[in-house]
């Protein structure tokens, strides 16, 4: 059974940055790629960012594009999610979710979680001055 959890999130100030990290556990986390999510308040889930894992490919969401970045260190089972430059509309719980089927180059995830099968509790992260 797998199971991820999330660390990391808090309130921060805008312009300020946060490190979130999944952490996967019960099945080969190199099987998996990763995915971020978020839902604000009020608002749909949406997708942030996708990792690979076949070949470690990046993937973000244009609203997150540049300011962050994600990565994976297979020896220890983490995904990263390093958020720089955040704004107020980065305010939302955070989760990671794993997909069986690698499918991060599609960019569907960024209107559906359809493929991902398992996902952490979610992180809040609140963006405020």
């Known amino acids: 059974q797998v199971q991820l959890t999330e660390s990391g999130g808090g309130l921060v100030e805008p312009g300020a940055s946060l490190t979130l990290s999944c952490v996967l556990s019960g099945r080969p986390f190199r099987s998996y790629a990763i995915g971020w999510f978020r839902q604000a308040s009020g608002k749909e889930r949406e997708g942030v960012s996708c990792?690979?894992?076949?070949?470690?490919?990046?993937y973000y969401a244009h609203s997150v594009k540049g300011r962050f970045t994600i990565s994976r260190d297979n020896a220890k089972n983490t995904v990263v999610l390093q958020m720089n430059s955040l704004k107020p509309e980065d305010t939302a719980v955070y989760y990671c979710a794993t997909d069986p089927y690698d499918g991060c180059s599609g960019y569907g995830w960024l209107t559906s979680s359809v493929g991902f099968e398992s996902w952490g509790q979610g992180t809040q992260v609140t963006v405020s001055s």
């Open positions: 990792i690979s894992s076949s070949d470690g490919s990046t």
